[in-house]
Nanobody, 116 residues
Framework: VQLQASGGGSVQTGGSLRLSCTTSGSIVGLYYMAWYRQAPGKERELVARFTTDDRIEYADPVKGRFAISSDNAKNTAYLQMDSLKSEDSAVYYC???????????WGQGTLSPFSS
């Protein structure tokens, strides 16, 4: 599967963005989808994910502001980001973990720089 991320861009602090990740060549429902991010000089970190026991997990810094979702009809996972802070500025990566084979895939990063 190829993961195609989009939706990044420049936005002011306090604004919103929605990132999209389309699973090209497969069905999004076959994967545990997740979003990670990596800020300059920092390690890649988990932002949000669908867990193997049908829960959703969020990193503490984004709880209450970000929401992960998926649309099986569009084979797309989303990350809605609200009340953006300067510390949210990073390259965001889409990630997919196949539910059966447990093969893991990464999409290309989408840059979301935020200005104050």
């Amino acid at each position: 599967v190829q993961l195609q991320a989009s939706g990044g861009g420049s936005v002011q602090t306090g604004g919103s963005l929605r990132l999209s990740c389309t699973t090209s060549g497969s069905i999004v429902g076959l994967y545990y989808m997740a979003w990670y991010r990596q800020a300059p000089g920092k390690e890649r970190e988990l932002v949000a994910r669908f867990t193997t026991d049908d829960r959703i997990e969020y990193a503490d810094p984004v709880k209450g502001r970000f929401a992960i979702s998926s649309d099986n009809a569009k084979n797309t996972a989303y990350l809605q980001m609200d009340s953006l802070k300067s510390e949210d500025s990073a390259v965001y990566y889409c990630y997919a973990d196949h539910k059966i084979t447990r093969r893991q895939f990464w999409g290309q990063g989408t840059l979301s720089p935020f200005s104050s």
